[in-house]
C-alpha cells in the first residue's frame, strides 16, 4: 500500500483551483509556479489547456505537509502565510556614472585649486583665463548627465551639479573682486563659507565614489 501511495505522491495535482498561486514561463519554455510572490521550483505542465504540478514538490513550496490515509492523501496548508521574497536592494551607483562623475569631480578640483592658487600666491584672476577650467568641467558635468542611468546616478548627479554651481559662485565672485580693483587677501579663502561648503562637498562625494553608493549626507546644500 506505501508504494502505491509513494506512486501515488508522482501524481500530477491540477492546480487552477490552488489560491496564490501564479504560473511563470521562462526562456526555455518551461513553467514554474510562483507563490505569493515569492518563486519557486515547481515546475507546472499545461495538458488539454489546464495546469498541473507535482503533488511532492507543491507541498513543500507552500510549506505544507501530506498525510496517507488508506487511499487518500492529505494536504495540509501551513497556518503561517508564505513570506514574499525580499525586495532587492537598490542598486548603486552604475560603472559609467562613476566614471564620468569621477571625471567630472576632478575638473571641479583642477577649477578650484588654480583659483585658490591665484588667490595665495597673489596671481592676475581674469574671466578668460579660468574659462578654460569651467568649460572643461561643464563638458563633463554634460557627460555625467548622459551617463546617469540608476536613480541612485540621478540623485548623485544633483549633488554634483550643486558642487559645480557653487564653484562657478566662487569662480564668479572673485573674478568680480579683480575687476573692481578690490583687494583680495591670500587667505581670503579660509574664511570663505562658500569655499568650505564647496570643500566638504568634495570630500561628501569622494566617500561616495568610495562605496558606490548614493548617500546625502546634506553637505552639498
Not at 44 to 56: D, H, K
Not at 141 to 160: E, G, M, N, P, Q
Request: contains cysteine; charged residues 20%; proline residues 4%.
Amino acid at each position: 500500500m506505501r508504494k502505491k501511495l509513494s506512486c501515488a505522491i508522482m501524481t500530477l495535482l491540477w492546480v487552477a483551483f490552488m489560491p496564490n498561486l501564479l504560473v511563470s514561463p521562462t526562456a526555455d519554455e518551461n513553467r514554474y509556479l510562483t507563490v505569493n510572490g515569492q518563486p519557486s521550483q515547481v515546475v507546472v505542465l499545461q495538458i488539454n489547456g489546464r495546469s498541473y504540478a507535482e503533488l511532492e514538490a507543491l507541498a513543500r513550496a507552500v510549506h505544507g505537509s501530506l498525510a496517507f490515509s488508506g487511499n487518500q492523501i492529505a494536504l495540509t496548508l501551513s497556518s503561517s502565510p508564505v513570506s514574499p521574497a525580499a525586495s532587492p536592494a537598490a542598486p548603486g551607483l552604475s560603472r559609467d556614472f562613476l566614471k564620468a562623475g569621477i571625471e567630472a569631480m576632478s575638473n571641479v578640483r583642477e577649477w578650484h585649486s588654480a583659483l585658490a592658487n591665484a588667490i595665495r600666491n597673489q596671481y592676475p584672476i581674469g574671466e578668460s583665463w579660468l574659462a578654460a577650467f569651467r568649460d572643461q568641467a561643464t563638458t563633463s558635468l554634460r557627460l555625467a548627465s548622459v551617463a546617469a542611468s540608476t536613480d541612485s546616478d540621478r540623485s548623485a548627479f544633483l549633488l554634483l551639479t550643486r558642487e559645480f554651481n557653487n564653484m562657478k559662485q566662487l569662480s564668479d565672485k572673485y573674478v568680480g573682486k579683480r575687476q573692481s580693483a578690490s583687494y583680495i587677501a591670500p587667505d581670503s579663502l579660509q574664511d570663505d563659507d562658500l569655499d568650505k561648503k564647496i570643500v566638504t562637498c568634495g570630500h561628501a562625494l569622494a566617500a561616495m565614489v568610495a562605496s558606490s553608493q548614493f548617500q546625502d549626507d546634506g553637505s552639498c546644500q
